[in-house]
């Protein structure tokens, strides 16, 4: 059991620009979560999949966001023109149970 | 809609002394989870200590117990014997459907020698 991984750690983007964030959840957790912390503040709840399906997505995921999971693995996390406000710590979870979801390290977005 | 509140933005404790960490919420689900994450400046969040709404017993997990008082809303995290190593943030949070969490604003925990 490596834990939940997010990559990469940190990330600086110009304005404007597309990034992606990738997460790999703890081996057969079939749950995996997506939040946004900012500074200050405690995490906010992205979105939501159950294996592959993507069974829930906050309206904080405006239409610049997208999550994929495309094989029930690992996820993925785009933002797409990114604006200042997206500066924030993007943190993954994953569950194999309703309620203990472990957290990975996060990704550190700076858009300058 | 689920929400936490936590009142106090910053605590010191005296190293090997305890520490209470208030958290009040609310919620109309009949069935809900309650949650304690420790976040050290690293940023990884830490699950420390889950309660059930209808577990009859407060939760313990070593140095951490929760003090749950449901009919006050109340989820207290109480840390014993407290070590440097417990300087961090911390934050209690509610399962809000889907197994999504419900954070508070957190509380900054400062340990002090």
């Known amino acids: 059991d490596t834990g939940v991984s997010q990559n990469p750690r940190h990330k600086i983007t110009k304005r404007g620009q597309n990034v992606t964030f990738r997460c790999d959840p703890i081996s057969e957790h079939n749950r995996l979560y997506w939040y946004r912390q900012t500074l200050g503040q405690g995490p906010e709840f992205l979105t939501y999949?159950?294996?592959?399906?993507?069974?829930?997505k906050s309206r904080l995921l405006s239409d610049r966001f997208s999550a994929e999971r495309p094989k029930g693995s690992f996820s993925t996390l785009e933002i797409q023109r990114t604006e200042q406000g997206d500066s924030a710590m993007y943190l993954c979870a994953s569950s194999h149970r309703r309620y203990e979801q472990y957290f990975g390290p996060g990704t550190r977005l700076t858009v300058t | 809609a689920q929400k936490i509140t936590q009142t106090q933005p910053g605590m010191f404790v005296q190293e090997k002394e305890a520490v209470t960490l208030d958290c009040t919420y609310d919620?109309?689900?009949?069935?809900?989870?309650l949650f304690w994450y420790k976040q050290p400046s690293s940023g990884e969040m830490i699950f420390l200590i889950y309660?059930?709404?209808?577990?009859?017993q407060n939760a313990t997990e070593g140095r951490y117990s929760l003090n749950f008082q449901k009919a006050r809303k109340s989820a207290n995290l109480v840390i014993s014997a407290s070590q440097l190593g417990d300087s961090a943030m911390y934050f209690c949070?509610?399962?809000?459907?889907?197994?999504?969490?419900?954070f508070g604003q957190g509380t900054e925990l400062s340990v002090k020698p």
């Open positions: 919620t109309s689900d009949q069935s809900y989870g």
């Open positions: 999949f159950q294996n592959e399906a993507q069974l829930e």
């Open positions: 309660q059930g709404s209808y577990d009859e």
């Open positions: 949070a509610i399962w809000a459907g889907w197994g999504k969490l419900i």
